[in-house]
């Protein structure tokens, strides 16, 4: 055995040694780490039936979204079916009041005249008077041209309010843009849980590729879309349109 | 300016029918619908229109990209264009000046708000009545 041999074994021996040792040290970290291990398993275990039990559900809630959406969007359509035939009925009322207000406008004056004079010939005929009373009596009930044109006033208030509940139906189209941005979030949890079930054991579960396949999902929306019915979001927007119109020249492109 | 004829593109059947019915409610009885920019191109090549009402948000293609083509294509580059959206933030206003929309309302609009940019690019534009 030559000195450099040696030397080497002697070092080798030295350092065996020295880890020989630390090991009673070191043996209390190893088991730590054992314990760690050993607990942590089970943990992983439930962690993982937790992630396929929600990746499993995830595309059910999808689904109960389209839901709403679709039924949101179906009772829109129904109250926009009334509320237009509300409109048309109004306006054909509203046309009968001012034909009957055109009609009736110089037949009345006339009337009024003619009955008058019939009183003042044949005073003494108690059909006269009887004439005369009646025709009080209808011209109250026909009311009087201010009468007319309340009416029709009141109705354009009723086509107005109409309107109001036609407009405030956007409801349905801004509602139906912020389901579908939930629903694109749930799908890239999913995606995300998928990837982890597929790391922990090599194969995904859930719908996260057909359980999303429902008619709202393909919605193109505005991720920001809120029902906000003050004016300052159009205010806003005035302002920049205005500022940027005022620095063209022309509006010939 | 009751002879002006409107197309009004939007994905949202309810949405159409809601501008619509705006749109007749103030004397505009002429009116078109397209489902999407694609559509609108479409109605726009067969029927034609005077004024172009549409939403941002559309599959197929967007109301951006629907106004860039009608403001490259003749007879149709000087079509008023009104952009009617939920996108409100200053950037996307912008964006939308920038591809040459007339104006631009953020939903939910009100029937009076429509109205007045109506008039308001009806009266900034010549309109072949």
Known sequence: MRTEDLKEVFAKADETLRTLDALPQSEQFFRDILEFVRDIVP????????????????????????????????????ILDIVERMIRQIEVIQEWFRAFSRETGGAVPAMNDLVGRIRKNHADDPDSARLSALWEQCTRALG???????????????????????????????????????????????HGLNALLLHIRGEECGGAGTGYAHHHVDIV?????????????QQAADEIVTGLNNGKHSSKR | MAS?????????????????????????????????????????????AD???????????????LTRWVRAT??????????????GNKEDVIEAMKVHVNNYIV???????????????LKSVEVKS
């Not at chain 2, 003749?74 to 996108?87: D, G």
Request: net charge negative; hydrophobic share 45%.
């Open chain 1, 43 to 78: 943990v992983i275990a439930e962690l993982q039936i937790s992630i396929e039990q929600t990746s499993e559900k995830l595309p059910t809630a999808s689904r109960q979204l389209d839901n709403v959406t679709a039924a949101n969007e179906s009772a829109s359509t129904q």
């Open chain 1, 144 to 190: 009087t041209e201010q009468m007319l044109a309340a009416h029709v006033a009141t109705l354009e208030a009723v086509k107005a309010d109409c309107t109001s509940i036609m407009i405030a139906l956007q409801v349905q189209d801004i509602t139906a843009q912020q389901i579908a941005a939930v629903n694109k979030m749930m799908q890239s949890v999913d």
């Open chain 1, 221 to 233: 929306f505005d991720p920001a879309a809120t029902y906000d019915t003050s004016t300052g979001r």
């Open chain 2, 4 to 48: 002006v004829k409107f197309l009004v593109v939007d994905d949202s059947l309810t949405m159409r029918r809601i501008v619509v019915n705006t749109l007749k409610s103030i004397g505009f009885d002429s009116v078109v619908e397209a489902t999407d920019g694609k559509d609108a191109m479409a109605k726009l090549l067969s029927e034609g």
């Open chain 2, 51 to 65: 004024f172009l009402i549409t939403d941002w948000n559309m599959p197929e293609m967007n109301g951006l990209e």
């Open chain 2, 74 to 87: 003749n007879p149709f580059s000087e079509m008023p264009i009104l952009m009617v959206t939920t996108r």
């Open chain 2, 107 to 121: 939903k939910p609009f009100t029937a009076q708000g429509l109205k007045e940019k109506i008039d308001l690019v």
